[in-house]
């Protein structure tokens, strides 16, 4: 299959900033791309687990004989079996593979089994029990934090408390006194599900050679290498870890899910290959969520709408394991005064341990939650001042040279006024007046605006680093490794899209290989807006590299002067002097090994400032030093008498650098505002008493295609120097904005404002009456 | 996925006899959707499955020019109803329910005899075929009978039909003219979603005049099954349809539903959505009125 180029350039090399085809599509469509769920293999026998089923209780006996004897199956195992520290997670190592001592929330893993097809499977996974003593259960952040609470880890010095942070600038909130005009609001949202299309899976086999084999849909095959290792008593180098495409992940494959499980159960299949896949209700359950947010806000102004002070107390429900807990506090925390100036500012965050289910990584990543609180602020702000909410945001926005909110110096490409001057420009918002005027009978329309910026990479300590690797085989094909996932962003046509343009080659001339911690180099997770930025900067010196030289081996076989004579054509090289050609199969032979491989480092640039926010909050990523930004505009109606919200129109403008692919550019745009209008209006991961009652799709609602308004997707292009080709991260940064825009557009339309999220139709006619009889009163 | 026998009888006998002979073991299959589902999941756990394809033969939508009545085999699928122009012009309180069944791929198999089989509060396709006082043919092997569907369901899951019977098919009587309805399924998206509420209204108004002539109110979620409130259609009936005589049978219907919390709506939200949309649909009633007499 051949895939047609784009690039007004056929069958030559793909150009930077167009929209050349993705190298997944076809095969992802015609339904042949392997997915890790895909791997079956010869004699393949079936894992799965027993769930604990209830929140927080001591484990006590586990009755494993009756499911052990049920016909088909090959092993029950319990912690007793797991040789290594039987503990995961990303900084702290605090959840269990298979649960010993306690089980802290329903989805803990008991016991796992192995069986030679999934109905045994299935039969005797309901027949394993375990004896529990019942301990109360703590199932809201907050009052895990009060005296006498239930502890979910005896040994956490610091009780329910996973982490804290607390950040004071300037005269901090006793500058509030300063202030003319002080808006005060507290806000809830809600816990996200992933809710991808390809649930967690994977397939797993000791090899041959005693190494284990795991192909898992995974954002961190690297990671996830040390983690299986450790937890399962291994030697680092008799793990493999290989990560095709996965369906989907968000955030949710950010770590291990079926990994060390699966490990396990390989070790334990007499050398049978073994799969597990989660089905939906399993993934609910199991799954990690965006962490449900508490957030208490007061800002301040002067009179001409000029910031001056800021209080924030947020509180992240992370449920009973850190997973990555701690970071997204202190994301949270860096972005809770969005991109303004603010000269005093007064922060505190707590991310809190409780029986519900596991907060872990979400696109956006603590974000979302501050930006929904303080977009909506700025906006009261400026009601309360008469002001326009656009030009309230004009005033305060960061430009390059300027320091944020936290006190951290913006030296990289700063556009956002660009992007608010750009949606100041835009026929949506210029016609709003009439367009809101056009509502019909119990309708009312509004439009609201919201500001964002999201940062790129790790922070100032855990390097983010990337190791690209491009090689020229002997039979003159390229190889681009691509060191970090694609989970359906896009970055792996872009890593072609970037080598290719220079290396002069076609994309279907060349072959990626897709992560796998045997044959590509540690570049990190796929996450934190990072992918192209860090990988992208590697792997252009790699391919630099290479191109330096082929094109000096060329030199010297076409007896040319200097390479500089030389230049790549497809499949080839060509002597600008003497017209002729060789082709790339020719010079791969006068080249070794170690030559026709090119790696390349490159490391993201991190923040000189040391800004103390608390101990460990440095660590967690606090500050980061590169921001994408973005401007917002959601035009919505209003049902008067049914509460229900409908979003016409979005725009989303962004400054994210370069568009070095336009379609992968907007598909990230369209992706994020849509989760994100599922996170304002209807995603809610409901649970009561540590029980998830939103089992499936039928009670959990995302938004589908019909919900979804036109996107109008529209980039500032502005040059950032650091990234490659000129480019910032924008795989996160619109998740933020739908539910401030959205809720600010309800505000304009009919007075109210809902400050618990998502804004159900019960919710804002609940809100609606409650506003008609104050005015009545 | 526990394992099943797929039986395919010929005719609507034999269906019978196979039935009766592996009692609760057997269990009948149109398009699957429903029984799938549950099979799949555990909840149900058939030895044996009777494909009911062949024994219905062909399915048939057509109108009895004589009788006027219209004729829905039981094997019709959404899909047919939703793109016939038929049901679209006569009886768009159909076409409005059927076109958000699902997506299109459950419509295009999914059967409107599995969905009243199936007797959830909530099936769409039951609340519109009260509301035109549908007949259901019951074929029980000794011979057939016939319920008004009002009478059809009996609980969440539960129909009149003894073990065996088989729904052939559904009958809408004539509808005195001028007459029209309208369905609101209302849910918090737009497709691939079960009702929060489900409110069907058809009313019959006299030649040239707003007065009602007869009015039918079928609410779908608001009872364990499907509904009418009767106190709203007897208020309707002789007088004018105004926006407040709607707003009037709206109150009522709202008192007379029974609906309950659940994680997806809570229930003074359902009744007050009662009360909403009685009166839009009963609105729309009125312009589809009007339309057809221009
Ligand atoms: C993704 C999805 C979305 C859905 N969305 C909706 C929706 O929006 N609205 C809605 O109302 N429903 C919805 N459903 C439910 C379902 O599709 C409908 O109820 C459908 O009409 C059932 O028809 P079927 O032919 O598939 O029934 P089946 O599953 O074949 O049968 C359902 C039941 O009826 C019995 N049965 C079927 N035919 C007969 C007969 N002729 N005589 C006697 N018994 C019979 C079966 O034994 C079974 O008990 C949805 C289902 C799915 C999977």
């Avoid at chain 1, 993705?22 to 079956?40: F, I, L, P």
């Avoid at chain 1, 303080?374 to 004009?394: F, V």
């Avoid at chain 1, 990523?621 to 209003?638: I, K, N, Q």
Wanted: aromatic share 6%; net charge negative.
């Amino acid at each position: 299959m051949t895939l047609p180029i784009n690039n007004g350039n056929e069958g030559g090399p793909p150009g930077i900033g167009v929209s050349i085809p993705r190298a997944d599509a076809y095969m992802k469509v015609s339904g042949r791309e392997k997915y890790a769920s895909d791997y079956y293999g010869e004699d393949l026998v079936w894992c799965g687990v027993k769930r604990a089923g209830v929140p927080h209780v001591v484990i006590g006996e586990i009755h494993t004989r009756a499911a052990s004897e049920t016909p088909g199956v090959l092993a029950v195992l319990t912690h007793s079996d797991v040789r290594g520290t039987n503990r995961q997670g990303v900084l702290q190592k605090d959840q269990p593979v298979l649960a010993d001592d306690k089980a802290r929330h329903c989805g803990d893993a008991v016991a796992l089994v192995i069986a030679e097809d999934r109905h045994s499977l299935n039969k005797a996974l309901d027949l394993v029990s375990f004896d529990y003593e019942l301990l109360p259960g703590v199932f809201d952040a907050e009052e895990a934090l009060e005296e006498g609470a239930p502890i979910l880890h005896e040994n956490h010095p610091q009780g329910n408390l996973l982490l804290s942070g607390e950040y004071r600038t300037g005269a901090g909130a006793s500058a509030m006194a300063e202030c003319d005009v002080v808006v005060e609001g507290s806000f809830r949202t809600p816990r996200q599900e992933h809710a991808y299309l390809e649930t967690e899976a994977g397939w797993a086999q000791v090899q041959d050679d005693g190494r284990l084999f795991i192909v898992c849909s995974t954002q961190t095959p690297f990671r996830d290498r040390s983690e299986v290792a450790e937890a399962l008593g291994l030697d680092l180098h008799d793990v493999r870890i290989k990560a095709p495409y996965p369906g989907g992940a968000f955030g949710g494959k950010d770590g291990v899910t079926v990994q060390t499980l699966l490990g396990l159960a390989a070790l334990n299949s007499g050398g049978r290959p073994v799969r597990m896949q989660w089905d939906r209700e399993e993934s609910f359950l199991a799954g990690t969520k965006r962490h449900p947010a508490r957030l208490y806000y007061r800002l301040g102004a002067k009179r001409d709408g000029t910031l001056h002070c800021l209080d924030v107390h947020m509180v992240l429900d992370t449920g009973p394991y850190d997973h990555l807990g701690g970071v997204v506090l202190a994301l949270g925390l860096e972005h809770a005064g969005g991109a303004y100036r603010v000269p005093h500012v007064n922060l505190k965050g707590k991310c809190v341990y409780t029986n519900n289910p596991v907060g872990g990584a979400f696109r956006g990543f603590g974000v979302p939650q501050v930006t929904a609180a303080i977009e909506q602020m700025i906006d009261m702000t400026a009601e309360k001042l008469q002001m326009d909410p656009l030009e309230t945001r004009l005033r305060n926005a960061v430009r390059r040279g300027d320091k944020n909110s936290i006190g951290k110096t913006l030296v990289n490409s700063t556009g956002l006024r660009e992007c608010l001057k750009a949606l100041g420009e835009h026929p949506l918002w210029k016609s709003r007046a009439e367009w809101k005027a056009g509502a019909g009978a119990f309708k009312r329309r509004g439009a609201g605006v919201a500001a964002l910026t999201h940062a790129s990479g790790y922070g100032p300590v855990v390097p983010d680093v990337a190791n690209a690797k491009v090689e020229l085989t002997r039979e003159g094909k390229f190889l681009i490794y691509s060191g970090v996932v694609d989970m359906g962003q896009g970055n792996a046509t872009t890593n072609l899209q970037i080598a290719g343009s220079i290396l002069c080659q076609p994309t279907d001339g060349m072959e990626l290989v897709l992560p796998d911690t045997d044959r590509t180099l540690p570049s990190g997770s796929a996450s934190a807006s990072r992918c192209t930025y860090t990988f992208g900067n590697a792997l252009i010196g790699a391919a630099e590299n290479l191109k330096t030289r082929i094109l000096q081996r060329a030199a010297d076989l076409l007896m040319a002067r200097s390479r500089d004579e030389i230049v790549l054509i497809p499949g080839g090289v060509r002597h600008l002097v003497s017209g002729k050609d060789l082709p790339l199969s020719v010079i791969a032979g006068f080249m070794d090994e170690a030559e026709r491989i090119s790696v390349h480092h490159f490391k993201a640039p991190t923040a000189p400032e040391n800004f103390d926010a608390g101990p460990g909050i440095r660590m967690h990523g606090f500050p980061h030093t590169l921001f994408s930004y973005a401007a917002h505009l959601a035009l919505v109606e209003v049902d008067e008498l049914t509460g229900e919200i409908t979003v016409c129109r979005y725009v989303a403008i962004s400054d994210c650098g370069t568009v070095v692919n336009p379609q992968i550019y907007e598909q990230q745009i369209q992706g994020a505002v849509a989760q994100g209008i599922g996170f304002a209006l209807c995603e809610d991961l409901v649970s009561t008493q540590g029980l998830i009652l939103t089992q499936d799709f039928a009670g959990y609602v995302i938004p589908t295609a019909a919900d979804v308004p036109e996107i109008d997707s529209v980039p500032v292009e502005i040059f950032e120097p650091s990234g490659p080709f000129g480019l910032k991260g924008v795989g996160e940064i619109a998740m933020n904005g739908p539910l401030p825009a959205i809720s600010n557009a309800v505000a304009d339309a009919c007075g109210v404002r809902i400050f618990e999220y998502p804004m159900t139709p019960e919710r804002v006619l609940a809100a609606i009456r409650d506003a008609c009889k104050r005015i009545s009163e | 996925m526990r394992k099943f026998a797929y039986l395919v009888p010929k005719t609507l006998d034999q269906a019978v006899s196979l039935h009766q002979s592996h009692g609760n073991r057997a269990m009948y299959v149109a398009g699957g959707t429903d029984v799938m589902v549950k099979v799949k999941s555990g909840k149900i756990t058939p030895d044996y499955l009777i494909s009911l394809k062949h024994a219905l033969g062909s399915p048939q939508l057509r109108v009895n020019s004589d009788t006027g009545e219209l004729h829905i085999g039981s094997l019709v699928t959404h899909r047919t109803l939703e793109t016939s122009s038929t049901i679209k012009r006569h009886y768009p309180i159909l076409h409005d329910a059927v076109q958000h069944i699902g997506s299109v791929q459950i419509r295009n198999v999914a059967t409107i005899g599995g969905n009243l089989v199936n007797a959830v509060p909530s099936a769409d396709g039951a609340i519109p075929l009260i509301a035109l006082d549908a007949v259901a043919k019951v074929y029980a092997g000794t011979g057939e009978r016939t319920v008004d569907l009002i009478h059809f369901f009996e609980g969440p899951g539960q129909t009149v039909l003894a073990p065996g019977e088989i729904l052939t098919e559904i009958v809408v009587p004539k509808q005195p003219a001028p007459s029209a309805g309208a369905y609101q399924k209302y849910g918090r998206r737009e497709a691939m979603e079960l009702p929060l509420i489900g409110v069907g209204v058809q009313l019959s108004l006299e030649q040239g005049s707003n007065r009602c002539t007869k009015a039918r109110i079928a609410l779908g979620v608001a009872a364990p099954t499907p509904m009418r409130s009767l106190a709203a259609e007897h208020y309707l009936v002789g007088k004018e349809i105004t926006e407040e005589t709607l707003g009037e049978a709206g109150k009522l219907a709202a008192d007379e539903s029974r609906v309950r919390d659940s994680v997806r709506g809570l229930a003074w939200y359902r009744r007050e959505m009662v009360e909403v949309f009685v009166k839009r649909m009963g609105m729309k009633c009125l312009e589809r009125i009007k339309e057809m007499g221009a």
